[in-house]
C-alpha cells in the first residue's frame, strides 16, 4: 500500500522551499522567508506524526474486513478450480505464493541516468534502490546488502530530519534541516569538499565523529570562514565538530532535499537517544556497481539475495 508518512517526507521540502521561493520574491532575505515558511506551516512534527495517527487508524478499522473478504474469495476461487482441475489448481496456487512472497520483498534498481541531473555528484555506476514500491530502507536491511551484495561498490543511505542547532556557546538555539549518512556516503558520490574533508565513519563507532557543513549554510551561517573546519559547534545539545564543507554545487543524493548539514549515522544515538535499528523505513538508499558490472546482472542478483533476506 502507499507510504504516507514517506510521501509527506518527500512534499515537505519541496512544499517549503517553493514557500520560501514566493516569499523572497516579495523581496524578504532567504533566512527570513525560510523563517517565515517555517512558521506559516506550523509544527512540522506535529502534521507528521498526524498523517502517521490517521493512516494506522484507517488501516486498523479497514484491514479485518479486507482480510475477511478476501479470505472467503479465495476459499471459493480455489475450491471451483480444485473441482474443475486438481492437478493445474496445486500448481497454480503454488505459483501464485511463490510470485507474492518474491513479490512483497522485490527491489528496484533505477537506471543510473535517474541520478544524473544531481548537482555535484561525481561518481559512474550510481543507480536508486527501493524496497516495494519506492520505499526507502530500514538500516539493518541497508547493511545487510551492503555486505552481502558482491555486484555493488557501495551501498549508502541518507535520512533527512531536522535539530537543534547552535554555532557557539551561548549563542541562540534554532532549528536546522540535516541528514543522516551511512559509511561511504560522500565516496560513493564523489563529493568534492571546499574546506576540510568528509568523515566515514562505521555506524556502530561513536568517537570522533564530525559534521560537515553544506556551502550555502556555511556562507549564510559562518559567513564564508575559512577557520570554521575544527570549530565545535552544539547539534540537539551535544558538541560536535566540523571538518569539512562541500563543494558550492552538492545539496543531496537525493534532488528535493536541501539538508543545511551531514553527520554520519554513527551520531545518531548519542543526538537522539535511539539505536540506529530503531529508524525505521526512512533511510533513501544509492548504490554505485561494480566497474564492469551491467546494471541487469546487478538487479539479479539483487533478486536473489532477496530469498536469504526474507
Given at each position: ?13 519541496d512544499?517549503?522551499?517553493?514557500a520560501?521561493?514566493a ?17 506559516r ?34 476459499l ?30 522485490v ?22 534502490m ?6 526507502p ?35 541562540e ?72 564543507v ?65
Open positions: 500500500r502507499p507510504d504516507p508518512a514517506g510521501d509527506l517526507d518527500d512534499e515537505l521540502p512544499h517549503l522551499e517553493s520560501t521561493e516569499l523572497v520574491d516579495r523581496g524578504m532575505s532567504a533566512n527570513a522567508a525560510r523563517a517565515e515558511a517555517l512558521r506551516f506550523g509544527d512540522v512534527a506535529r502534521v507528521r506524526g498526524e498523517v502517521q495517527r490517521m493512516d494506522e487508524g484507517h488501516m486498523k478499522e479497514t484491514s479485518r474486513a479486507i482480510r475477511i473478504e478476501t479470505f472467503f474469495y479465495d471459493r476461487h480455489g475450491a471451483r478450480a480444485l473441482r474443475r482441475s486438481p492437478g493445474f489448481a496445486f500448481v497454480a496456487a503454488l505459483s501464485i505464493a511463490l510470485g507474492v512472497a518474491a513479490n512483497a520483498t527491489f528496484s534498481v533505477v537506471n543510473a541516468v535517474l541520478l544524473r541531473p544531481i548537482p555535484g555528484v561525481h561518481s559512474d555506476g550510481l543507480m536508486r527501493y524496497m516495494n514500491h519506492h520505499s530502507f530500514d538500516f539493518p536491511d541497508l547493511a545487510w546488502f551492503r555486505e552481502n551484495a558482491r555486484t555493488l561498490e557501495h551501498v549508502i543511505g541518507e535520512r533527512y530530519t531536522a535539530i537543534g542547532f547552535r554555532g557557539s556557546p551561548g549563542g538555539s534554532e532549528r536546522v534541516q540535516m541528514s543522516y549518512v551511512t559509511r561511504g556516503f560522500f565516496p560513493a558520490l564523489g563529493v568534492r569538499m571546499a574546506l576540510g574533508r568528509f568523515f566515514d565513519v562505521d555506524e556502530g563507532v561513536a568517537d570522533e565523529v564530525g559534521a560537515v557543513l553544506s556551502h550555502g549554510f556555511w556562507q549564510r551561517r559562518f559567513a564564508g570562514d575559512s577557520g570554521v573546519i575544527g570549530r565545535t559547534i552544539w547539534l540537539a545539545e551535544r558538541p560536535i565538530t566540523v571538518v569539512g562541500t563543494a558550492p554545487e552538492f545539496r543531496s543524493s537525493v534532488m528535493a532535499w536541501a539538508p543545511n548539514l551531514f553527520v554520519p549515522l554513527a551520531a545518531a544515538p548519542v543526538l537522539t537517544g535511539r539505536r540506529v535499528e530503531d529508524f525505521g523505513g526512512s533511510f533513501y538508499t544509492t548504490v554505485q556497481l561494480k566497474p564492469d558490472v551491467p546494471a541487469n546482472h546487478a538487479a539479479r542478483r539483487l533478486r536473489a539475495l532477496i530469498v536469504q533476506l526474507g
